[in-house]
Every structure is written in C-alpha cells, then in structure tokens.
C-alpha cells in the first residue's frame, strides 16, 4: 500500500482528453486538498459587503483524473473515505435562476460561515444565532470520469456520478462507483461542511478541506450507479432529536419538492424571526427531503424535515 | 377532556355528504379501531395460497367524519397520537400496474406477516428468516375532509393530506392539519405497523390497530399543507447501524426513483439471497427513498437507502 499526493492541478469539464495527474495501484492511498466549488473567488467576501459578481469560469475545480491500475469498464472502484478535514470556513450562496425556489428569491446572496476545529476535533458551524449545524465534510463530486470526448459541464450528474451531492459521503463510509473507462479517471472536487438532502438553496456550506481515502478495485463487479455502504447511524448528533416536517403533495414530483420547501421556509422564518431568504439558506444546509410515498398515484408525497437539534430555540 | 369511541362505520370515498358519525369538542380524546386497508378480504390468506382476486370496492374502509366544535376553513387541527397498538398480523401486496416497478413485477402477489407483541409491548416482524423488522404503527390515511361533493377517491392524496402514507407520523408525533370545511370532518384509516419512505411496492405492512389521538383546534393558525412534529429521533431501532444505499440519477426525478428502487432490489436479492419478488416487498416496508440533491440542473439524484439493522446477516 502506498500513499500518494494528488497534484493541485484542476480541471472543470468531464472530458477523456485530461492528462492524468497520477497513476496508483489497487490498495493505495490519496491525500488531497480540495479547493471550494468557486474556485476562490468568494475567499474575501465578509458579511455586510456587497455579493461579488460570479465568474462561472471559475467554477468547480477538480482534481484528477487519477489513474487506477488495471481498472476497466465493468468494474467498480471502492472509495474506502478515511478523514476529511476542512479549513474552517465556508459560504453558501443563493445563484438567481438556479435552485429550488429561483422565482422566489430572485437576488444573489452570500453568506459566510466560520467553524474553527474545537479540542476533539469536531466543529460547528453557528447561523445568526438562530442554529448551530454540525460538521460533517463531504465530497460533492465523486466520481470515474464518464466516457465522453466532448467536454460535458461538471452539473448535472449523470449515471456514473459526478456532482451528485450525497450528503452521507462522509469520512467512515465506502463509496462504489462504475469504472467507465480505461483505468478509471478518478475525480474528485466540490468539498461540502455540510448539507441537507436535497440542497435547496442550489448551495452547502461550501468549504475547503484536506482529505484521504483508500481506492480498492473490484473487477467484474458491476453496478449502474453509484452505491455506498454506512459505517453507523446516518447522522449522529443531528438526528438525535425531534424533527419538524412539512409536505408537499401533487402529481409533479419537482413542484411537491417545492412545495415542501416553501412551506419549510415560512415555517422557519416564522418560528424562528429569520428573513426568508436566510431560512432558505439554513434549510439548504439542515432541512432533508424525503420521497414520503411515491405510489399513491398519480400524486407523490414529499416531505421537507427539519432536525430541531440544530435549532437554539 | 371527554373521551369518546369512533363508531365503527366506515365510508370510503371523499365527500362532504357523508353523515357525521360523531361530533367532538377542542381538546377531546378519540379512541378508534382502524380496520386495514383491504376491507378484510385477505384475512383468511395464509402463506402457500393462491392469491385472492382484488375487490376494489371493499378497498379504504375509512372512520368518520369527526366534526370539531368551533373548527372553520383556514383553522388547523392539531392530532396528538397517543397510542397505536396493533393486533399483530398483516399483508403487503404487489398489485398489478401498481407500485413503482409495475413492469419488473406484473403479477399480483400477496405476504402475511405475524408479529404478536413481546412483553415489553413491542413487536417485530420477521421476514423469510432475513430480515427483522422493528414495528412502528401509524395511519396511513389522516385528514380534514376536501371540500368536495362530489366524491373522490382514497387515492391519490391531495394538499389535504387524506393518504400521505407518512412512516414517521407515529405515537408521540404531534400532526397538524389544516382544516378545509366547517367542523373539519376528521377522517382517519389505512393504519399500517411499518413503511419505507416512498411505500415502492404499493403496499406497506397493511395491519389493523387500535389507537387513541387527543384532537385541538388552533383557530387561525393556517397551513397550506400538513405539518408534524416529531418527539425524538424518527427511528430508533431502525437507524441505530449503518445503511446500504443504491442511487437513481436523471432529469425525470419518477425515473430517478424507480431506478433507485430497482439497483437496491438487485442489491437485496443478490446480497441476502431473496427472490426479486421478495425483496421488492422488503423494499417498501423498510427502504428509504431520499432526494440527495435537487438542483444541480437538471438531474435529481434519488437514493434508496436500506438500514443494515432489520437485516439478519
């Protein structure tokens, strides 16, 4: 078993054309700092300044393509993720035209988070005094290269995995993803602090880590999308308490999402005296969507939870 | 505080001519046995039988309508569940064209489950010898009555509620209604002892109960939708290990589902080896569908996820 270092070398398109940056057998270990999904251009925001201009150019820096010797297509590589640590800080921005509820928030908005390591290592990361949201860093982008020459944008994510935002990828659990090109091209990118199923607002708490996790490769082992196996409860320290949850219910899946956020951010913003558009940025970070009955047809249930843990009130 | 019996007349389709069964006061206590959802036809279906054919007409016996003294259109009736005890048997079926995989499974197909009560009150159900699953009795069916006369259907559900088929709305949560005709018309059924979020295969463990829920009425308090409020953690005993999951990704967040429940029926019925058929049924009592991200345009991902403590190996 060998240790190795990804080089800080970034790319921001799935592309076969990359030149890898490294070449590891089956076994070995990564170290990696991944920079945050803006590529540094919100390092100096502080709260009350004017939201800077986004330059999408800029925009989700990825590390790899990692090559793994021997992997095929077929195969599944394992990510075995070991420790992740983040900087200490993050933002979460509200992108008009994108996220769950674009019409209603319409204006770009940044918000800045800072969660210094306490003693044991963990950290918390409060929010206008209303909540405190525990860290639990996660890889956003995970994934093998997809098997395109043409350069494909790093969203959406697609059967092989990319930007699939999976919020109980953190350090402890195993990760499968389907090998679909010739030694894998491993990527890695877009570091989260935190996040709620769903990621309303189109943004986690966006924050730079440092990292390791161990490849493993499986030949003949073939799934159709990615897969990962927990080491524990989900989401310890968060779900350890009650839950408020509202619901959204009709036969489009994507509106009763939206529903259900709505209603979350009301609830938040009423209960707790926040501006609805901070509600909005908080449910992004904490509020899980679940799929509550898919097949009472044609309408579907979806429901948005808040863990009332994270709340000071 | 009164405590009143809901009389065991059932009706079984939304509509505002039903005869009132019973007329209650704000803060009174109703108690109630909650048939299951087939009406009894499939009491007498024991494992090795031949699948009785379905008669739709005996499908969603229904309780009720309660009217509420006071309660008026854009009130909210707040239902504090007590206690749901259930008699300790019921079914899940896969009914043909039903379900999210109607194509993968198009046969109708039916299973008993058994789970008297241990002494400590709690029951579990086994599966097959391969899983255990803890039961967490709620209603199925929990709503103010529509403001329709012409009548609808049990299903689908509506903003309403009527059938959410919510797991988490157990003993102890507290659900908020909103109200939606002039004494509210309470209806309550469809009492089931255990349920993924999402209820894939059509069904969950369809099981009679007895219960009690205490009924106040918050008058001007609105909501658009239903709310509830949990006490604690949503699934002790179920989400204490760790967790399987298999991920459906795409535009069409119904596919994104339904692919998701298909690669975890692959997984269960490779892994514990169970016939598909089996594991479909496992999947909708106890996998969970979530929506991990929602807006990295213009795919969904939805994750199934499968707790690794109802399992036996």
Redesign the interface.
């Known amino acids: 078993m060998t240790v190795h270092r990804v080089p800080d070398v970034h790319h921001r398109l799935w592309t076969t054309r990359h030149t890898p940056t490294l070449e590891i057998s089956d076994g070995d270990v990564l170290e990696f700092s991944a920079p945050e999904a803006a590529g540094g251009q919100f390092d100096d925001f502080r709260p009350g300044d004017p939201v800077p201009a986004l330059k999408p150019e800029l925009l989700y820096p990825m590390l790899g393509p990692v090559m793994v010797d021997g992997a095929e297509p077929g195969d599944t590589l394992e990510l075995e993720l070991l420790d992740f640590t983040p900087e200490g800080w993050g933002w979460t921005a509200v992108l008009p035209g ?3 509820l674009p019409e209603d928030f319409p204006d770009p908005h940044l918000h800045r988070w800072e969660f210094p390591a306490e003693g044991d290592g963990t950290a918390t990361a409060d929010f206008l005094d209303v909540a405190r949201v525990p860290v639990r860093p996660f890889l956003g982008v995970l994934a093998c290269a997809p098997d395109t020459d043409e350069p494909l944008d790093v ?5 092989f ?1 990319g ?6 990828l953190v350090a402890g659990t195993r990760v499968f993803l389907p090998v679909q090109t010739p030694g894998g091209r491993l990527t890695l990118a877009d570091p989260h602090a935190a996040q709620g ?6 943004s986690a708490i966006e924050a730079p880590l440092d990292g390791r996790l161990r490849v493993t490769l499986h030949r003949g082992r073939s ?12 989401r310890p320290g968060i ?13 489009d ?2 509106l009763a ?1 939206r ?2 956020v709505r ?1 979350m951010v009301d ?1 938040i913003s009423s209960t707790y005296r926040l501006d609805p558009l901070d509600a909005y940025v908080l449910a992004s970070v904490v509020v ?16 948005a ?1 808040l863990p ?1 843990s994270v709340m000071n009130a």
Chains 1, 2 share one sequence.
């Open positions: 994108m996220g769950l969203m959406p994510p697609g059967p995995g930007n699939i935002d999976c919020r109980d199923d769903g990621e309303v607002c189109v799934i159709p999308t990615p897969q990962f196996r927990t080491p524990g409860p989900l779900e350890d308490a009650g839950f408020y949850a509202t619901m959204g219910i009709g036969p899946v994507r999402a529903d259900a209603y609830h899980d969507l679940k799929i509550s009955e898919a097949v009472d047809e044609p309408h579907w249930v979806v429901s939870y009332l």
